[in-house]
């Protein structure tokens, strides 16, 4: 996994910084943010080099890898593409036959529209277990995969329509 940097100068000299490490005054400061999870923080004193406390911050920010429910769907931030669990009722608000109907979502691009491909029902709000929900990813990881090996061998947009 590659950790995204930045350059900071502390004094005269300049560091590549991960992701969610923050200079102090006395060191580095590692802080993680999950939706649903406390905040993670740890400190790291400079003593004698910046450098090495740096390092130790980057090192024990690496030994916190994203979580995910399935090898296949990575969980962390991306810059579009996300899976969705979505909940489906009619336009009053009120459930599709009695029970509101979830389903799993691949979000589409802006500038796509939502094909058949992209959506795997779940189950309704009686039915939904966390073993259907796992199919349901796994189901889910194997038609990206498809998308994925069509978009290398045809492009994209006849990917999409695969």
Request: some cysteine; aromatic content about 8%.
């Amino acid at each position: 996994m590659t950790i995204r940097t930045r350059k900071l100068k502390v004094g005269d000299v300049v560091f590549d910084v991960p992701r969610c490490v923050y200079r102090r005054r006395d060191g580095w400061r590692v802080q993680v943010e999950r939706v649903g999870q406390k905040t993670i923080r740890k400190n790291f004193i400079d003593g004698a080099c910046a450098l090495s406390a740096l390092q130790r911050a980057a090192a024990w920010l690496q030994k916190l890898e994203v979580r995910s429910a399935f090898r296949e769907i990575p969980l962390h931030r991306q810059a579009h593409r996300r899976i969705t669990l979505a909940r489906r009722t009619d336009r009053d608000g009120k459930a599709y036959n009695r029970w509101p109907a979830y389903s799993l979502e691949f979000e589409p691009s802006k500038s796509e529209w939502m094909r058949g491909w992209m959506k795997i029902f779940a189950g309704s709000a009686v039915t939904l277990t966390q073993k259907r929900l796992d199919e349901a990813l796994a189901s889910m990881a194997g038609r990206i995969r498809a998308y994925r090996e069509n978009a290398a061998r045809s492009g994209a947009e006849k990917a999409l329509d695969a």
